[in-house]
Protein backbone atom coordinates (compact mmCIF):
# COMPACT_ATOMS: atom_id res chain seq x y z
CA UNK A 1 0.00 0.00 0.00
CA UNK A 2 1.12 3.16 -1.08
CA UNK A 3 1.92 5.87 1.71
CA UNK A 4 -0.66 8.40 1.05
CA UNK A 5 -3.65 5.50 0.84
CA UNK A 6 -2.48 4.26 4.35
CA UNK A 7 -2.42 7.91 5.62
CA UNK A 8 -6.10 8.21 4.40
CA UNK A 9 -7.06 5.05 5.86
CA UNK A 10 -5.83 6.37 9.30
CA UNK A 11 -7.70 9.33 8.87
CA UNK A 12 -10.38 7.57 8.20
CA UNK A 13 -10.71 5.54 11.06
CA UNK A 14 -9.55 8.35 13.53
CA UNK A 15 -13.09 10.25 11.89
CA UNK A 16 -14.97 7.09 12.12
CA UNK A 17 -13.65 7.04 15.85
CA UNK A 18 -14.37 10.55 16.89
CA UNK A 19 -17.61 10.09 15.49
CA UNK A 20 -18.90 7.14 17.07
CA UNK A 21 -17.86 8.79 20.14
CA UNK A 22 -20.01 12.14 19.92
CA UNK A 23 -22.69 10.25 19.49
CA UNK A 24 -22.79 8.18 22.34
CA UNK A 25 -22.36 11.49 24.38
CA UNK A 26 -25.28 13.32 22.63
CA UNK A 27 -27.18 10.26 23.29
CA UNK A 28 -25.72 10.08 26.91
CA UNK A 29 -26.68 13.87 27.24
CA UNK A 30 -30.25 13.00 26.00
CA UNK A 31 -30.94 10.19 28.49
CA UNK A 32 -30.19 12.50 31.33
CA UNK A 33 -31.99 15.94 30.38
CA UNK A 34 -35.01 13.24 29.93
CA UNK A 35 -34.52 12.12 33.66
CA UNK A 36 -33.74 15.68 35.25
CA UNK A 37 -35.93 17.71 33.38
CA UNK A 38 -39.30 16.73 35.31
CA UNK A 39 -36.98 17.25 38.75
CA UNK A 40 -35.61 20.74 37.45
CA UNK A 41 -39.00 21.89 36.63
CA UNK A 42 -40.42 20.88 40.07
CA UNK A 43 -37.86 22.59 41.26
CA UNK A 44 -38.22 25.99 39.37
CA UNK A 45 -42.17 25.73 40.69
CA UNK A 46 -41.44 25.46 43.21
CA UNK A 47 -38.75 28.22 44.00
CA UNK A 48 -40.99 30.43 41.80
CA UNK A 49 -44.33 29.60 44.41
CA UNK A 50 -42.02 30.63 47.34
CA UNK A 51 -40.64 33.78 45.72
CA UNK A 52 -44.20 34.55 45.42
CA UNK A 53 -45.42 34.00 48.95
CA UNK A 54 -42.21 35.92 50.03
CA UNK A 55 -42.86 38.41 47.88
CA UNK A 56 -47.03 38.54 49.40
CA UNK A 57 -48.39 38.11 45.87
CA UNK A 58 -51.69 37.14 45.47
CA UNK A 59 -51.39 33.75 44.91
CA UNK A 60 -53.09 30.80 46.06
CA UNK A 61 -49.57 29.07 47.25
CA UNK A 62 -49.11 32.48 49.61
CA UNK A 63 -52.10 32.30 51.80
CA UNK A 64 -52.13 31.36 54.80
CA UNK A 65 -53.96 28.54 56.45
CA UNK A 66 -56.76 29.59 59.81
CA UNK A 67 -54.43 27.45 61.71
CA UNK A 68 -51.17 29.56 61.49
CA UNK A 69 -52.85 32.94 62.35
CA UNK A 70 -51.18 33.85 65.49
CA UNK A 71 -53.49 36.14 68.32
CA UNK A 72 -52.24 37.79 70.34
CA UNK A 73 -53.11 38.35 74.04
CA UNK A 74 -56.03 40.15 75.03
CA UNK A 75 -55.69 43.46 76.43
CA UNK A 76 -56.25 43.73 80.15
CA UNK A 77 -58.87 46.08 79.82
CA UNK A 78 -60.82 43.04 77.61
CA UNK A 79 -60.34 40.94 80.96
CA UNK A 80 -60.58 43.28 83.98
CA UNK A 81 -62.99 45.81 83.11
CA UNK A 82 -62.70 49.65 82.50
CA UNK A 83 -59.85 51.21 85.56
CA UNK A 84 -61.29 51.87 88.79
CA UNK A 85 -59.76 55.37 88.51
CA UNK A 86 -62.04 56.70 85.60
CA UNK A 87 -65.90 57.45 86.65
CA UNK A 88 -67.88 55.22 84.15
CA UNK A 89 -70.97 56.88 81.94
CA UNK A 90 -73.85 54.81 81.53
CA UNK A 91 -72.43 51.98 83.34
CA UNK A 92 -73.70 48.70 82.08
CA UNK A 93 -75.98 46.70 85.10
CA UNK A 94 -74.05 44.38 86.96
CA UNK A 95 -74.11 40.67 86.10
CA UNK A 96 -73.56 37.73 88.28
CA UNK A 97 -72.07 34.27 87.00
CA UNK A 98 -71.80 31.19 89.56
CA UNK A 99 -70.63 27.97 89.13
CA UNK A 100 -71.68 24.21 89.50
CA UNK A 101 -69.71 23.34 92.98
CA UNK A 102 -65.89 21.45 92.13
CA UNK A 103 -65.94 18.06 92.24
CA UNK A 104 -62.53 17.73 93.62
CA UNK A 105 -63.25 17.60 97.69
CA UNK A 106 -66.71 17.19 97.62
CA UNK A 107 -67.04 14.01 98.94
CA UNK A 108 -65.30 15.39 102.08
CA UNK A 109 -67.62 17.54 102.91
CA UNK A 110 -65.74 20.27 100.89
CA UNK A 111 -67.85 22.73 98.58
CA UNK A 112 -65.73 25.13 96.70
CA UNK A 113 -68.26 27.15 94.35
CA UNK A 114 -66.12 29.57 91.81
CA UNK A 115 -68.12 32.53 90.82
CA UNK A 116 -67.48 36.34 89.10
CA UNK A 117 -69.09 39.65 88.55
CA UNK A 118 -69.65 41.78 85.95
CA UNK A 119 -69.65 45.81 85.77
CA UNK A 120 -68.99 45.84 89.70
CA UNK A 121 -65.79 45.94 91.98
CA UNK A 122 -65.99 43.36 95.09
CA UNK A 123 -64.61 45.39 97.86
CA UNK A 124 -65.35 46.00 101.25
CA UNK A 125 -67.00 49.22 101.25
CA UNK A 126 -70.35 49.64 102.73
CA UNK A 127 -72.98 51.86 103.67
CA UNK A 128 -75.51 54.31 101.63
CA UNK A 129 -72.51 56.84 100.56
CA UNK A 130 -71.18 54.65 98.40
CA UNK A 131 -74.34 54.11 96.21
CA UNK A 132 -73.03 56.86 93.72
CA UNK A 133 -69.64 55.73 93.59
CA UNK A 134 -68.04 54.85 89.98
CA UNK A 135 -66.99 52.16 88.82
CA UNK A 136 -69.57 50.09 90.93
CA UNK A 137 -68.93 49.05 94.14
CA UNK A 138 -70.86 45.84 96.07
CA UNK A 139 -69.88 41.93 97.61
CA UNK A 140 -72.11 39.04 97.86
CA UNK A 141 -74.40 37.95 100.63
CA UNK A 142 -74.57 33.92 100.72
CA UNK A 143 -77.41 31.90 101.97
CA UNK A 144 -76.88 28.36 103.24
CA UNK A 145 -80.07 26.16 102.93
CA UNK A 146 -82.98 27.35 104.50
CA UNK A 147 -80.92 28.47 107.27
CA UNK A 148 -82.01 32.22 109.17
CA UNK A 149 -78.67 33.86 109.04
CA UNK A 150 -76.38 34.77 105.95
CA UNK A 151 -72.56 35.93 105.48
CA UNK A 152 -70.86 38.54 103.66
CA UNK A 153 -68.37 38.12 101.17
CA UNK A 154 -66.28 41.42 99.94
CA UNK A 155 -63.05 39.32 99.24
CA UNK A 156 -63.45 39.18 95.60
CA UNK A 157 -61.19 35.84 95.65
CA UNK A 158 -63.29 34.01 92.91
CA UNK A 159 -64.38 31.16 95.54
CA UNK A 160 -67.22 30.38 97.95
CA UNK A 161 -65.59 28.03 99.86
CA UNK A 162 -67.71 25.84 102.73
CA UNK A 163 -65.90 22.61 104.80
CA UNK A 164 -67.81 20.04 106.91
CA UNK A 165 -71.27 20.14 104.99
CA UNK A 166 -72.82 17.08 106.21
CA UNK A 167 -73.71 14.35 103.66
CA UNK A 168 -77.17 14.84 101.57
CA UNK A 169 -78.47 17.81 99.54
CA UNK A 170 -78.11 21.13 100.08
CA UNK A 171 -79.11 24.77 98.30
CA UNK A 172 -76.89 27.69 98.45
CA UNK A 173 -78.21 31.18 97.90
CA UNK A 174 -76.26 33.92 95.97
CA UNK A 175 -76.42 37.47 95.89
CA UNK A 176 -74.74 40.58 94.28
CA UNK A 177 -75.73 43.43 96.46
CA UNK A 178 -74.22 47.33 96.04
CA UNK A 179 -73.14 49.20 98.77
CA UNK A 180 -76.26 49.05 101.10
CA UNK A 181 -76.67 45.25 101.19
CA UNK A 182 -79.44 45.77 98.47
CA UNK A 183 -79.77 43.23 95.93
CA UNK A 184 -79.20 44.05 92.03
CA UNK A 185 -82.13 43.31 90.39
CA UNK A 186 -82.11 39.52 88.86
CA UNK A 187 -78.73 38.85 89.82
CA UNK A 188 -79.64 36.33 92.53
CA UNK A 189 -78.54 32.91 92.08
CA UNK A 190 -79.31 29.00 93.61
CA UNK A 191 -76.78 26.84 93.70
CA UNK A 192 -78.16 23.44 94.27
CA UNK A 193 -75.78 19.83 95.29
CA UNK A 194 -75.64 16.85 96.89
CA UNK A 195 -72.61 15.57 99.66
CA UNK A 196 -72.27 11.41 98.88
CA UNK A 197 -73.31 9.31 101.75
CA UNK A 198 -70.45 8.11 104.03
CA UNK A 199 -68.78 11.51 103.34
CA UNK A 200 -65.04 12.33 105.62
CA UNK A 201 -65.95 15.47 107.99
CA UNK A 202 -61.91 15.26 109.19
CA UNK A 203 -60.63 17.80 105.92
CA UNK A 204 -58.24 20.10 107.98
CA UNK A 205 -59.76 23.19 106.08
Known sequence: ????????????VRAGIIVSTAMI???????SAQRVGPLMNATTAVGIAGATQAAG??????????????????????????SPYLEIKNESAPKLIVDAPLPDLLDQGVVWI?????????????????????PRVGHLHVHMDDL??????????NTIDLAGVPP???????????A??????????TVTFTVPKGTSRTHSH
Open 168 to 178: GPHKILIELVN
Open 114 to 134: QWRAENVHIVPVFGKGALNAS
Open 57 to 82: EPNGAAQTSGTDVKVGPRSAKEVRGS
Open 180 to 189: NHEIFPGQAK
Open 148 to 157: PWLWADASDI
Open 25 to 31: VLALASA
Open 1 to 12: MKPLERLTQRIS
